[in-house]
């Protein structure tokens, strides 16, 4: 069963900084993987999608990449802002199934 | 830019009391999702639906469960008799495709809260 996890849990910085969110997997075997934000009490707005066949997506100041041997994904936030701050969902399309497993999200708060 | 909506935003019923969820996925789309966000937990797959039927699934989506697309463009989630454990954020989602490429990328809707007394 695939588990997802998301490092860290939270994270506060000041405006300006590139950030790295982190994203691990337990099975490699994977369709795709998506990155997803989340405002509070809202749905989730699709930021990247990375099919298993890519190592890395790029959108605006946005990256993600994927190492599927490790089981990993990174999404990288050049310049944040303010505007960036929300919870970033990390989801993995695996085994057999394209239902994407979910990961816990990380909250990043972005102040001014 | 198409969307997926979502109607109402917030549902407040008495348990026991069946609810129907609505959504509207992207027009063109041709596989429709449920999912779940209980309060700060993750989000869970319920069920997807293609060509008028159930495609997969969870464990969650039980015999209280049921979904349908009564007309070309609305997606319903019912819930026959309510219980306190329901109460919770549900997601309807869209994709073009099921498979490859990146047509497989689903689009989410805002919600709906749903809370159960």
């Known amino acids: 069963k695939q588990e997802v996890t998301q490092i860290p849990a939270a994270l506060s910085v000041p405006e300006g900084e590139n950030l790295v969110l982190n994203c691990s997997f337990t099975?490699?075997?994977?369709?795709?993987l998506q990155w997803f934000r989340q405002d509070p009490g809202k749905g989730l707005t699709s930021l990247l999608l990375?099919?298993?066949?890519?190592r890395e997506q790029t959108s605006g100041r946005l990256n993600a990449s994927l190492d599927k041997s490790s089981g990993r994904s990174t999404l990288y936030i050049a310049a944040s802002q303010p505007g960036d701050s929300a919870t970033y969902l990390c989801a993995v399309a695996s085994g057999g199934s394209y239902i994407p497993t979910f990961g816990r999200g990380t909250s990043l708060i972005v102040h001014p | 830019e198409p969307e997926v909506t979502q109607t109402p935003s917030h549902q407040v019923t008495q348990m026991g009391q069946e609810v129907i969820l609505r959504c509207v996925p992207i027009s063109n789309h041709l596989y429709f999702y449920w999912y779940r966000q209980i309060l700060g937990q993750k989000v869970e797959f319920l069920v997807s639906f293609y060509n008028n039927e159930i495609s997969e699934k969870s464990e969650i989506f039980d015999d209280q469960f049921s979904v349908e697309r009564p007309d070309g463009s609305n997606f319903t989630l019912k819930i026959r008799s309510t219980k306190l454990e329901d109460s919770a954020m549900y997601f309807c989602a869209s994709s073009l495709h099921r498979t490859s490429g990146s047509y497989n990328e689903q689009f989410f809707g805002p919600g709906t809260r749903l809370t159960v007394l």
């Open positions: 099975d490699s075997a994977i369709y795709n």
């Open positions: 990375i099919q298993s066949s890519q």
